[in-house]
């Protein structure tokens, strides 16, 4: 019953030293956010553009621009001969369209593509057992 006890105790004991500290580091925290905050009292100081950044502009969404066709097409190609390893010249790209999305909830292209390898992947375990006779 002893040694339960002195358990007990030392839990508790341990658990007061860790939450005592957590306040302490949570109120040193908040010293050092004021200690920071610059003067003014402004906190949403507008920051001045660096030199030359009236140069820069952002690209433009493809939703902005009526994008080249020719070009696109380029891209599409380019991307299908990096993917089968061919050369662009093996194969013709003979319309492009957007996709219409189906019915019910859309989902991204990034969880399709996700979903459709972990689909290949159990295809190819269940023929690798079929194949061996399990």
């Not at 040193?28 to 956010?33: C, D, S």
């Not at 909830?105 to 990034?110: D, K, L």
Request: charged share 20%; aromatic share 6%.
């Amino acid at each position: 019953m002893d040694k339960l006890i002195l358990g007990l105790q030392t839990t508790a004991l341990g658990m007061g030293v860790v939450f005592v500290a957590l306040f302490v580091l949570s109120k040193v925290t908040e010293a050092l956010k004021l200690l920071t905050r610059p003067s003014g009292g402004k906190t949403g100081a507008a920051v001045p553009p660096p030199a030359g950044a009236d140069a820069f502009q952002a690209p433009a969404r493809a939703e902005d621009t009526a994008a080249n066709p020719g070009e696109i097409v380029a891209v599409i190609a380019a991307a299908l001969a990096s993917y089968l390893d061919r050369p662009a010249s093996s194969f013709r790209i003979l319309a492009v369209s957007q996709a219409e999305p189906a019915s019910g909830p859309a989902i991204s292209a990034w969880k399709a593509a996700g979903r459709q390898k972990l689909m290949d992947s159990r295809l190819a375990v269940y023929n690798r057992e079929r194949k061996s006779g399990r």
